[in-house]
């Protein structure tokens, strides 16, 4: 009789997820999904790093174990809603580059508390899911040029890997020059530049963990030299969310100013059309794409990913987003959803683990060689832009120089955008330049005279 109920409801799983019918198998799936946590598990130091308020914030930033706790949740729901809903065997967690934004622009240039800041979010969540399930979100899809898009994403990168070098102590202030290269003598610019190494190592050999292993590798090496401490215990269980949770609700009020609707305009471009570009790409690699090269059931992964964002807002933390380290475990043979099931329970277990991660987050030397890596793999968009032409040349360049050199995401995209439109209309091109650039022109003119007042 047991035989017989197992056997019905794993045909039920096969029947809803499709693993027979793509080819896969239960086995495959959550190794699959086992891969992906591993490729993408390093948010769980980096993002308190970059949030807490034991890192560059400081007492302005996130208490670093909520932010903790609020990442493997947000990772744990945000990864459930797609595997379950969707069905895509794609992760989501905090994105890096947005908590860049949130935190380095947002919070510090901005000036803007981080309860706020993640109202912001919030906004950017409802905002996206409401363009997600309707056919508007074609036409926004449409409306921004692909060199703008490939060009935020390279910008992006930038920015993040500039973070990723101050924080490693690589390159330093100058009063002649701005920035200079670091003092070498230092034992944890050392131990950055060693973490450097063994990821960029590990990335060319094809390790599908390799930045999670550079982490671990990079920590050992800080403990044996003492530049990093050795966690006090290792397993706890997770809290910290009773100083977050809500404070995106009860702060919404005060997002609704000139400055947070630059904030949740940032937010809601980078994301949405971050999202479609890996959702797309993980489903070309996974043979998922259907034969007229649309992403099927694209309405519910959109919106499984602006439900993350929403509910990692509401829990504590920045834009959840889908991960494009998910291509790791398609690489692995995951098909379905059911991968992104197995990374979420992943997820779940290490929520227990803070005093391990917490080591990590609260070394800059350790986490700044993610950082730094991330903002390569990011950077590949560079390649697909089309520099022979000057009318896309032209406002990508300025979008990605104008995020490292201003310290700010929003600055790059505004600028870029404010480009845009001209050189088309100065190339006669002007019908090719869709209302919507026109709109978002205007807006972000008025951010810049915003700032100069």
Known sequence: MSTDVTSRSRGRIDSYFGVSRLGSTYRREIMAGTVTFLAMSYVLAVNPAVLGDHGTLGAKGIPTQAVFTATAIAAVFGTLVMGLWARYPVALAPGMGLNAFFAYTVVLEMGIPWQEALSGTLLSGVIFFLLAITKVREKIIDAIPLQMKLAVGAGIGMFVAFIGLKNAGLVVASDATFVHLGHFTKGTTLLALFGLLVTV?????????????????????????????????????????????????????????????????????????????????????????????????????????????????????????????????????????????????WFLIAMFFFPVFAVVADAPSVTAPAL???????????????????????????????????????????????????????KRRVREVHPVMWALMLVFLAYFIFLAE
């Open 201 to 345: 190592i590990f990335l060319v050999l094809g390790w599908h963990g390799a930045v999670l292993y550079g982490i671990v590798a990079t920590a050992i090496v800080g403990i044996v030299s003492g530049l990093v401490n050795l966690p006090h215990q290792i397993v706890a269980m997770p809290h910290g969310l009773d100083q977050t949770f809500g404070q995106a609700i009860v702060n919404l009020p005060h997002a609704f100013t000139g400055q947070m609707v630059i904030v949740v305009l940032t937010m809601l471009f980078v994301d949405f059309f971050d999202a479609s570009g890996t959702l797309i790409g993980i489903a070309n690699q996974a043979g998922l794409l259907g034969p007229d090269g649309k992403l099927p059931r694209a309405a519910q992964a959109l919106a499984a990913d602006s439900i993350g964002t929403t509910a990692g807002a509401i829990i504590g933390t920045s834009t959840t987003t889908a991960y494009v380290e998910s291509t790791a475990g398609v690489s692995a043979g995951g098909r379905t959803g059911l991968t992104a099931v197995s990374t979420a329970g």
């Open 372 to 426: 730094i890596v991330v903002g390569v793999l990011m950077a590949r968009a560079l390649g697909d832009i089309e520099w022979d032409k000057l009318e896309y040349a032209v406002p990508a360049f300025i979008t990605v120089v104008m995020m490292p050199l201003t310290y700010s995401i929003a600055n790059g995209i505004a600028m870029g955008l404010l480009f845009y439109p001209i050189v088309m209309v100065a």
